[in-house]
């Protein structure tokens, strides 16, 4: 088996999932197009959150620091976003503070990491530990927000057959963002000057250095970067998908962004593909319970979105190669 499974490159196992996913969807539309609709939409609001996570590895590591403080980040900036916005009782101020909160947290975990050259595992651990102490310290109860951010559809697209209302109906002003903001990524990486001066300093830094580029400076910008689109998924997920804080709302999202980041090889649309898959899945998890099928735990089918991440990861592991330089410190001195 592990010949059979070797001899398929990612690329095999990327097309054959994506002809597995659109024949098994095509089969369920024609056979319910309500209910496949439904989930599909479903797996667009469980997924965007973590798409959009994803982006803040890809922007981190793709210029070499290493970032498992996703989790807390997005878990201060919920909260800071959620409390000014119920205390402003407006819901664009509190968004934007939850951008400035994780920008402000990642500023933190590039000081440690790259101007005081910590271990980049050890950093991130103390953004999470910090994050989970002061949202549980500082929490109370009762707390509401106005209202959320409205829910519509986009005029036309919404329309088109088969994927319109998936993509494009029922969703929120930050859901469609995502939609923008991931393939501009994407641009930004592969196909600008910048995109190509990152991609060098989380290859070869020393190179990049006697090259003119600032290593120090691009990996400053970077992290801060991926900290706003943290800041922004926290302040999503309590202001648009919830419309509430609670302990620990992120719930391992951030390390589940980094699988999916790993699976999707550091490109921001695979990340996307990757975290469409998984919110799929969760739907369908959902699903399964609404139509109340006893046979099977509901225990098991909550683990059923998971399960597949283990899967997808196990498979894919050993075919996919990070940055070199992700997770060095970068010594000027000793380049």
Same mark, same amino acid.
């Given at each position: 088996?592990?010949?059979?499974?070797?001899?398929?490159?990612?690329?095999?196992?990327?097309?054959?999932?994506?002809?597995?996913?659109?024949?098994?969807?095509?089969?369920?539309?024609?056979?319910?197009?309500?209910?496949?609709?439904?989930?599909?939409?479903?797996?667009?609001?469980?997924?965007?959150?973590?798409?959009?996570?994803?982006?803040?590895?890809?922007?981190?590591?793709?210029?070499?620091?290493?970032?498992?403080?996703?989790?807390?980040?997005?878990?201060?900036?919920?909260?800071?976003?959620?409390?000014?916005?119920?205390?402003?009782?407006?819901? $664009?101020?509190?968004?934007?503070?939850?951008?400035?909160?994780?920008?402000?947290?990642?500023?933190?975990?590039?000081?440690?990491?790259?101007?005081?050259?910590?271990?980049?595992?050890?950093?991130?651990?103390? $953004?999470?530990?910090?994050?989970?102490?002061?949202?549980?310290?500082?929490?109370?109860? %009762?707390?509401?927000?106005?209202?959320?951010?409205?829910?519509?559809?986009?005029?036309?697209?919404?329309?088109?057959?088969?994927?319109?209302?998936?993509?494009?109906?029922?969703? %929120?002003?930050?859901?469609?963002?995502?939609?923008?903001?991931?393939?501009?990524?994407?641009?930004?990486?592969?196909?600008?000057?910048? %995109?190509?001066?990152?991609?060098?300093?989380?290859?070869?830094?020393?190179?990049?250095?006697?090259?003119?580029?600032?290593?120090?400076?691009?990996?400053?910008?970077?992290?801060?970067?991926?900290?706003?689109?943290?800041?922004?998924?926290? %302040?999503?997920?309590?202001?648009?998908?919830?419309?509430?804080?609670?302990?620990?709302?992120?719930?391992?999202?951030?390390?589940?962004?980094?699988?999916?980041?790993?699976?999707?090889?550091?490109?921001?649309?695979?990340?996307?593909?990757?975290?469409?898959?998984?919110?799929?899945?969760?739907?369908?998890?959902?699903?399964?319970?609404?139509?109340?099928?006893?046979?099977?735990?509901?225990?098991?089918?909550?683990?059923?979105?998971?399960?597949?991440?283990?899967?997808?990861?196990?498979?894919?592991?050993?075919?996919?190669?990070?940055?070199?330089?992700?997770?060095?410190?970068?010594?000027?001195?000793?380049?």
């Amino acid at each position: 088996m592990q010949r059979v499974f070797g001899s398929i490159n990612i690329k095999s196992w990327k097309f054959l999932l994506t002809a597995a996913v659109l024949i098994v969807w095509i089969y369920c539309y024609v056979a319910n197009g309500d209910v496949t609709n439904s989930v599909v939409a479903s797996g667009m609001r469980f997924g965007m959150p973590l798409a959009l996570a994803s982006m803040v590895g890809i922007m981190c590591e793709r210029s070499g620091i290493v970032n498992i403080g996703i989790e807390g980040t997005m878990l201060l900036s919920g909260f800071t976003g959620f409390y000014v916005a119920s205390y402003t009782k407006n819901i $664009i101020i509190g968004l934007i503070i939850a951008i400035l909160t994780g920008m402000l947290t990642s500023f933190v975990h590039a000081l440690m990491t790259i101007q005081w050259q910590m271990d980049q595992i050890i950093a991130g651990t103390i $953004i999470n530990i910090l994050a989970s102490g002061l949202t549980s310290f500082l929490y109370k109860e %009762g707390s509401t927000v106005p209202n959320t951010w409205p829910i519509f559809d986009i005029p036309i697209l919404s329309r088109i057959p088969f994927i319109g209302h998936a993509f494009f109906s029922q969703q %929120g002003p930050i859901q469609y963002f995502g939609l923008i903001l991931i393939p501009a990524i994407w641009v930004l990486i592969y196909k600008t000057r910048w %995109g190509l001066r990152t991609r060098s300093v989380g290859e070869n830094p020393g190179s990049a250095d006697t090259a003119g580029i600032s290593v120090i400076k691009v990996r400053m910008i970077n992290v801060v970067l991926g900290g706003a689109i943290g800041g922004l998924v926290g %302040g999503f997920i309590c202001l648009e998908l919830v419309g509430s804080f609670s302990k620990e709302f992120t719930a391992g999202a951030g390390f589940t962004a980094l699988a999916l980041m790993i699976f999707g090889r550091w490109n921001p649309m695979g990340a996307f593909a990757a975290a469409i898959l998984f919110g799929l899945a969760q739907a369908l998890s959902t699903q399964l319970q609404i139509f109340g099928v006893n046979n099977i735990p509901n225990q098991f089918i909550t683990l059923l979105p998971y399960v597949f991440t283990i899967l997808v990861l196990v498979f894919s592991a050993g075919k996919v190669r990070p940055p070199a330089a992700e997770g060095k410190v970068y010594k000027k001195e000793e380049a």
